[in-house]
């Protein structure tokens, strides 16, 4: 055989060295994430090992509480002990240190126990690594009505895959919003109950400034667009409604006896409510009788806005 020419030489050259380069890659990546998680062991193991001045650690409280204990295991809060040098949430991160309680003989009157906190106490404890998070929860409807953290959340355990709560959404929810269940059993609602959506993609349950704690957005309608493409816009020509009072001027937002969820049984009387000077114009020859006549959207079809017409017709 004769002698592979020079360019093909280099060209198989780079392929190995690429390959080489790749394995080496893979490798420092395989490496990194075990050292990652030798790192958590001996942050955790020299954070129990040695705790500070009035703290037993969490492998002393073990020792009683074993089933806490257990449960604590696969808890977002023990991996925080990554993020925070060893120093992640623990028992006594919560509870306080539990020197005299262990040394009363597990002397009840020497640890937090959070039964025995007042809704205000329990919600000082939480946010006092949550505040950052939940800025807004204590002047929210649910604090302000004595509904505290561990209403919703446990510490310990959660329901499978609802981190922290104590039980899946709606069910949750409707346990103090028992007014709002029948809105979603309407022959025409948001699938809630289905499990299409959930109550906390527009609100936000730890307080906001928008009424009923619903999420903030740049326009709020969005809260509604964002799944109602359609009728996001931007547009040239605007219906006022859409802008001034937003989607709720026309709809019930969780359930109607209504097609598309409209306040009103009848679409002329909807738009009757703002229009009335023209539904008794003889143009629209609509009168008193609008209700039992042609839909106004039969000619304004594009209720929502419009980039061709000011009066929404096309």
């Known amino acids: 055989m004769g002698q592979m020419p020079r360019k093909t030489t280099k060209y198989f050259l780079l392929i190995a060295v690429v390959g080489v380069m790749t394995m080496w890659g893979a490798g420092m990546a395989a ?11 001996q942050a955790t193991t020299a954070a129990e090992a040695t705790p500070a001045p009035g703290y037993v650690g969490s492998e002393t409280c073990a020792t009683c509480h074993q089933k806490n204990a257990d449960s604590m295991v696969d808890n977002p809060h023990a991996k925080l002990a990554l993020e925070h040098g060893g120093a992640g949430a623990s028992c006594e991160s919560c509870h306080g240190p539990g ?7 597990g002397d009840v009157t020497k640890i937090v126990r959070f039964n025995k906190l007042t809704p205000s106490e329990v919600d000082k404890t939480c946010l006092g690594c949550h505040a950052n998070t939940h800025p807004n929860f204590l002047r929210s409807p649910h604090a302000k009505a ?4 561990l209403s919703c959340h446990s ?9 922290l709560l104590v039980a899946t959404q709606p069910t949750l929810c409707y346990s103090c919003h028992t007014s709002i269940k029948p809105a979603f059993a309407m022959p025409f609602h948001h699938k809630v109950n289905e499990g299409l959506i959930s109550c906390s993609d527009c609100h936000n349950v730890h307080g906001t400034f928008q009424p009923a ?4 957005t740049a326009d709020q309608n969005a809260i509604c667009t964002k799944c109602h493409t359609e009728t996001r816009g931007p547009f040239i020509y605007e219906h006022a409604a859409v802008r001034g009072e937003g989607c709720i001027a026309c709809h019930t937002p969780h359930g109607s006896q209504n097609a598309r969820l409209l306040n009103v049984p009848n679409i002329n009387q909807l738009c009757n409510q703002c229009h009335s000077p023209v539904a008794a114009n003889t143009v629209h020859g609509m009168g008193s009788g609008s209700a039992e006549l042609s839909p106004c959207i039969d000619c304004h079809v594009m209720i929502h806005g419009s980039n061709v017409d000011p009066y929404l017709k096309k």
Do not use: R, W, Y
């Open 146 to 149: 004595g509904v505290n953290c």
């Open 99 to 105: 020197q005299a309680h262990v040394e009363g003989g």
């Open 213 to 216: 704690n619903l999420k903030i």
């Open 31 to 41: 490496a990194q994430t075990q050292t990652q998680t030798q790192t958590l062991k």
């Open 155 to 163: 510490i310990h355990k959660s329901v499978e895959d609802t981190p």
